[in-house]
């Protein structure tokens, strides 16, 4: 299972694009990259998946270069609302095992 | 409609007793799982089911035990409780059997459980 590092924490204001980074080195040739949204006492919630190039839905847009050894969460113009912790996750359709799932999470603030 | 459900919300209890967590989900979808989230917001999958089959099983103490009486429902039943144990439990689905890539997963309001 591939290995996700984050920044653990980012700081932004409203109305600013937010971008958040996750690398993650030796993913394999089926590995799908996902990112789910986490509110405080809520569960996290789905935000985008995606395999290589570009994806983008309602919520946010995800980037993901040639080498797929890294990718970006882009959130277009920020509020308050989108204050959570945001994780990226590594794997493939044939994986069915693993020490974890889920990286350590970015807590985005955003400040007034 | 709550699409993942727990129960109880909340859990207080002493340390050696045992405890129970309900789950239930009504999106009709073929896995669930548990997961633990610690007071440092990891998030580490405990187990997972398929229609009743058990296919993940971390490295979970096996004072935990999970309980599919039918695909909507899985219980944690955890047994001598210890003050490490004294987290946020989610309960998640997916139509899939696929959580590390590819199915969505659909998550439940979580369980706080305070070991005293």
């Known amino acids: 299972l591939a290995k996700t590092t984050q920044p653990i924490s980012m700081d932004s204001y409203e109305g600013q694009e937010v971008n958040i980074t996750c690398s993650h080195n030796n993913i394999a040739t089926n590995d799908y990259i996902t990112w789910y949204q986490q509110f405080p006492s809520q569960g996290p919630r789905f935000i985008i998946q995606g395999y290589k190039t570009k994806v983008t839905n309602e919520v946010a847009s995800l980037f993901i270069p040639a080498d797929r050894k890294s990718s970006t969460l882009s959130l277009p113009r920020v509020s308050l609302s989108d204050t959570a912790v945001y994780y990226c996750?590594?794997?493939?359709?044939?994986?069915?095992?693993?020490?974890?799932?889920f990286g350590d999470g970015t807590t985005l603030t955003v400040k007034p | 409609d709550t699409a993942v459900s727990q129960t109880p919300k909340y859990l207080v209890t002493q340390m050696g007793n045992d405890k129970s967590i309900k789950c239930e989900q009504n999106?009709?979808?073929?896995?669930m799982y548990w997961y633990k989230q610690d007071s440092k917001k990891f998030l580490k999958i405990m187990f997972s089911y398929n229609n009743k089959e058990l296919i993940i099983n971390e490295t979970v103490p096996n004072r935990f035990s999970p309980k599919s009486p039918d695909k909507a429902h899985l219980n944690l039943h955890i047994n001598s409780l210890e003050l490490g144990d004294s987290a946020v439990y989610f309960c998640?689905?997916?139509?899939?059997?696929?959580?590390?890539?590819?199915?969505?997963?659909?998550f439940g309001p979580g369980t706080r459980l305070t070991v005293l």
């Open positions: 998640a689905s997916s139509q899939g059997a696929r959580p590390y890539g590819g199915d969505e997963q659909f």
């Open positions: 996750l590594v794997g493939s359709y044939n994986t069915n095992a693993g020490k974890s799932t």
């Open positions: 999106l009709g979808h073929d896995t």
